[in-house]
Every structure is written in C-alpha cells, then in structure tokens.
C-alpha cells in the first residue's frame, strides 16, 4: 500500500492569505494596505506619528547601521533566527545560510549555504546541534549542525512527518481528516506551507503553525508527532509560546488565539479568542514574562495585549507605519516591528506601560519581512570616560524582500 498523497488538488478551497510570500502577492498587498484603515476605536499608547525629519537618533537613543548582508543567488530573506555565535537565514529559493558574529563578521557579506531544499524556507528554529526549517512545501526539515571552524555544515537528519510516523498512522480510519473536498489524509501531515516554528522552553516540544489552519506539535527526541489542533477558519501566519507552555496563534482570520493543556489533559484546549484587528495577522511576539502580547496586521497597527486577571486585556495601539505589520521581535523592555512600508521601528516600553518609538531604521527597497534581536556582546562595558556606561546596546537583524539583511547597532539610554 503505497502513502496517502497529500498533494494540493484543482478542487481546493483555498485560504486566503493577506501576506502571501510569492513575490506577486507580497507587492500587491504591500501596495494597497495604505488604504486600509488602522483602528482609529483603539487608543494609542504612543505620541503622535514622527514626521521623517525627526527620525534621527534622539536623546534616548542612538543608532546606525554596521553592515549589509546579501543572498548570492538573490533571494528574498523571509526568516532570521540566532543562535549563539551565529545568525541563521531562510530565503525564497530555498536556501539556509549561516554568518558568524564573531570579528569576521562583516568580512562574508554573502554568508555561507549551510542547507538547501525544495521549497521556500518560512521560519528557522534551533535546539542543541539541531536546526528546524519550515518551508512552502509542507515540510519541516531537521538538519545536525556539524561544527567546523570558523563556519558549520549541516546534515539533514529527517523530513517531518518521518516516514515511520506516516505509516503507523495508514491503517486506522481514525487517523484520517478531511483536508480538501473529497480529500483525505492522516493528522500528522501538514497540507500547506508551514508559516512558523517555536520550541518549547525545555527544547523536547517543537509547534508548527501551517496555512493549513492548524498548529501541531512534535517530540524533538524522535520526530513523533503528538497532537494536531483545528485552530483558525484561516491561515495561521504566526505562533509564539510562552515560557509555562501557552501556545498564541495569529491568523488571516482576523483572530488571534490562545491555547493550552492544563494539567492531566492529552490535548490543548481554546482558553482566548482576541478580536480587534480588522484585517490578516500577520506577527505575534511576547514580553519576556508573558504578560505582554503583540500583535501586527494589515492594518498596520501593532496592538498590545496586558494579562489581566489571566486573561489578556487590550491596552492600546503602536502607531507610525503606513503599511502592513509583517514582523515584531521583543526583548526586554523594547519591541521592533517591520512593515511593509520598508522601515522597521524600535519602541520602548515605559514603567507606565506607555511607549516611545526610540528610532526608525531606513535603508531597505522592499518590505521588512523577519526581524532578530540580541544584547551587544562586544559593547565595553565602560565608557570612554572610565565611569559607568548608563545605556544598553542591541543588535537587530532586519531581513527584507529586497534580498538583504542589515545589521543595526541600537544604543538605548537607561533613563
């Protein structure tokens, strides 16, 4: 008996995805969003918009860009994630490259290819001496890092859901599910591009969310699916799991969704429906400690979610791009976001829970589509004068369709 085909059929009834990564899709949507509204009900937390001639560095602040990265073949960067002393990017022609952060850094602009596969790499995971790739073919790959210095090489250890997986699920009419009319297939399979991965803190849980409208959850230890979960009416566009294990789905639904598995239960149950954005949501980050949401859309409005009682309350709206919200990051007491207008922003979250945008960074031709962040390792801890340093600096990482990846350093002041 040969493995149930879990290709795309004519009859489909297709999802509709506000932030489709094929090339056509993204410049269309890019180009119409500014029409959209943008909450004008939610309140916003910020001051009012910063006109272009005040988006220099300012007291609070400063910034600059280190170095500009390119793909060779180019490519649109669609994911960045970092990993010690290395930075990870996916690309549209399905590439992973590998730069490392150390002095010679800027002296491998084009990186190395550590991976390639069929389809578009969606989002990059790493835990222990293991990379996980998602990709526009439904896929989600697994590949050893194999140390060798000053760079990496990367074996692929398996293709998810395994073979052994897939066959164990063949001969139960339980284990089948309706994925298109008049089409079946087994749970473990996921039937559209998988848009994001997230681990759990302890690194043995992977969660993969899909344009399938589902999210699925995977041991890492032997790559066997445990759970499926029927999350959105929509394609989800991103995940995000906080340190005790809730899981936060955002969706072209319009929703986002929160989920978790209370003690003694096997499955995840809906805990929290949030519906506030008025079009596709297309990015999702949290506060360290799990008590702030962010969400972005095609409203371009990053709403802030604030736990409350247990559950997440809306507190107000981040204002400033004037196109699609396709990317957060948050560190700290700081939010990055990237849009489709090109820029990204950096904002800082006040002890009176209000906020300031600290910098716009410029530079890209096409929309910011991932973003990374990390503390400045090299950054002296002393200041030229010999006294205490009173800032924190930052490195962020912006990945754009544009092919390039920049690198910013942020100096953020402690008062």
Known sequence: ????????????????????????????????????????????????????????????????????????????????????????????????????????????????????????????????????????????????????????????????????????????????????????????????????????????????????????IWRTSDFKCLESVRAHEDAINALVLSSDGVVHTGSADKKIKIWKKNEGEKNHSLVETLEKHKSAVNALALSTDGSVLYSGACDRSILVWEKDGGKMVLAGALRGHTKAILCLAAMEDLVCSGSADKGVRIWRRGLDKSYTCLAVLEGHKRPVKCLAMAVDSNKSCNNNNGGSDTSNTYLVYSGSLDCNIKVWKVQVSLF
């Open 1 to 216: 008996m040969g493995l149930p085909c879990c290709h795309v059929t004519e009859d489909q009834e297709q999802p509709t995805h506000d932030n489709s990564d094929h090339l056509h899709s993204e410049s269309s949507t890019a180009s119409s969003l500014s029409s959209q509204p943008s909450l004008p009900s939610v309140p916003s937390l910020t001051p009012p918009v910063i006109p272009p001639y005040q988006t220099q560095n300012s007291p609070q602040s400063h910034h600059q860009l280190v170095t500009t990265l390119t793909s060779t073949p180019s490519s649109p960067i669609f994911t960045l994630t970092l990993n010690g002393k290395f930075l990870y990017a996916g690309s549209f022609n399905s590439d992973i490259r590998s730069w490392s952060r150390g002095p010679g850094f800027t002296s491998n602009p084009h990186g190395d290819v550590v991976a390639s596969n069929n389809g578009a790499v969606k989002s990059l995971v790493v835990s222990g001496d293991k990379l996980f790739s998602a990709h526009q073919d439904h896929k989600i790959r697994v590949w050893k890092i194999q140390p060798d210095y000053p760079n990496q090489s990367f074996k692929p250890v398996a293709t998810l859901p395994t073979l052994g997986d897939r066959f164990c699920k063949l001969f139960s009419a339980k284990n089948y599910v309706q994925v298109r009319r008049h089409k079946k297939c087994t749970w473990v399979h996921h039937v559209d591009a998988v848009s994001s991965l997230a681990l759990s803190s302890d690194g043995t849980l992977l969660y993969s969310a899909s344009w399938d409208r589902t999210f699925k």
